[in-house]
């Protein structure tokens, strides 16, 4: 990925939180960040989430706390850029200045709220808990405005202050949020090429040079930012690819899958996708098993 754009939010002047509602096509493809925390409910749609140096499948029902400052991007299926299809994504993104909120923050009531967004994380995501709750929270604050909106934003972070085992973080990437620019925009060029070239044999060397720093170096440099080696971050590329072709059904055999998505044996494929997921493919096909396989609308809820 290019270096992450400066996104700015819009402006709605009388309101301390903006709301924008997408109904589109596809996804915003842009690695880019922001000032203001960002709260997104995936209403429909699928793809890959990146935040930070945390990437999985993006799917309909996630929902995503991110971070100020953390460069992040939800893409949608390659074919989905091709094949323009109306209304095929919908999401909600909730956004919020922490230094507007300044004074509200500093309530003693909202101790928990504080120390929840004061936590050093790229972001989290809710996984279980109740869901449907901070949903309908998230839906309620796009129907509403003024203090009805504020209402159900301090629900949103009230609930999750205090139901923090209901999330994953997504610090797994970034040691700091203050790495300098140079450091992201290298970091997003390897994340560029290996989206684009998992499939093929990647390397050291080549993605060394795609870093402009030597091999050796390049190991070093990607352990201190991702705390995994770049093989394991390529491994995990490959085999969230392989768990997306397996979820839409395309494919005819699970060789084709291990090839297609890189692998030069269907032993290592086996052995790698059971390590990360903790099941071989068949289970996981056993397991998750599905049926085989207007114009754009952005808007800024005032």
């Keep these: 990925m290019s270096k992450a754009l400066e996104f700015t939010v819009p402006d709605t002047n009388d309101f301390s939180i903006v709301i924008q509602e997408d109904v589109l096509p596809f996804f ?176 050291l060397e080549k993605i060394a040079e795609v870093a402009c720093i030597t091999p050796h170096a390049f190991c070093k440099y990607f352990k201190k930012h991702t705390r995994k080696t770049y093989l394991a971050f390529l491994n995990e590329i490959r085999v969230n690819e392989a768990c997306k072709r397996i979820l839409s059904a395309r494919y005819n055999s699970i060789s084709e899958i291990a090839y297609d998505t890189g692998f030069n044996s269907i032993i290592t494929f086996n052995r790698v996708f059971k390590k990360i997921t903790g099941m071989v493919p068949k289970e996981y096909i056993t397991l998750y098993k599905v049926r085989p396989s207007s114009f754009p609308l952005r808007k800024v809820m005032d």
Excluded at 75 to 81: A, G, M, P, Q, V
Excluded at 108 to 117: G, H, K, V
């Design 28 to 203: 915003y493809k842009h690695f880019h960040k922001h000032k203001e925390y960002q709260i997104t409910l995936i209403l429909k749609g699928e793809g890959t989430a990146v935040i930070g140096n945390y990437m999985q499948p993006l799917k309909v029902g996630d929902i995503y706390f991110i971070s100020p400052n953390v460069p992040h991007v939800f893409l949608s299926r390659e074919e989905d850029y091709q094949n323009l299809l109306p209304n095929r994504i919908h999401a909600i993104h909730i956004f919020f200045d922490l230094e507007r909120l300044s004074n509200l923050l500093s309530l003693p009531e909202m101790i928990e709220i504080r120390s929840f967004l004061n936590q050093d994380s790229a972001g989290l995501q809710l996984l279980k808990g109740n869901k449907s709750y901070v949903s309908g929270c998230i839906i309620e604050a796009k129907n509403n405005a003024g203090l009805l909106r504020l209402m159900s934003l301090i629900n949103i972070l009230q609930y999750a202050s205090v139901n923090t085992n209901d999330f994953k973080s997504l610090a797994t990437g970034l040691v700091e949020h203050a790495t300098d620019n140079k450091d992201h925009f290298r970091m997003n060029e390897v994340y560029q090429y290996t989206l684009k070239h998992y499939a093929e044999p990647i390397t």
